[in-house]
């Protein structure tokens, strides 16, 4: 296996939602939205098997104070040999020193990021209006 992390890779509308259906976000349902969202925003890193997409991440951001993680996504076949936390690290590298770095987090997802030095924001409380179904 040779990772190629990259934050100038630009992916197809179709690998991405190959990626999207496989691990059953709901986001997939509105491919055309998922992509342009995709594309859209401030940092967009990907990793690459061999020019297989395996595995997203992007940040929404101010560019200055504040980013929100709201999407990382690996493979089922390539979870746990450390991809995710690469794609992270890579964004990490943007946004080192910003104020406020944020992601929500459910099940599975919160030691990941726990280990990738997130916690608790006090007692906030994540609200959202959400039309998914996989949370």
């Known amino acids: 296996m040779d990772i190629t992390i990259s934050n100038s890779s ?39 098997d061999d020019g297989k997409l395996v595995g997203i991440g992007n940040a929404i951001s101010d560019g200055h104070l504040v980013v929100y993680y ?40 919160i030691d990941f990021y726990s280990k990738m030095g997130f916690e608790k924001a006090g007692d906030t409380v994540l609200m959202w209006i959400y039309e998914g179904d996989e949370h």
């Open 10 to 48: 630009k992916p197809g509308i179709t690998e991405v939602i190959a990626l999207y259906k496989v691990l059953k976000w709901s986001a997939a349902e509105k491919p055309e939205l998922l992509y342009k969202a995709l594309m859209n925003s401030h940092t967009l890193t990907t990793a690459r």
């Open 70 to 109: 709201p999407h990382l996504l690996v493979h089922p076949d390539y979870q746990g040999n450390g991809i995710g936390q690469m794609i992270m690290e890579e964004m990490f590298k943007t946004y080192k020193g910003f104020h406020m770095q944020m992601l929500t987090a459910d099940g599975k997802a």
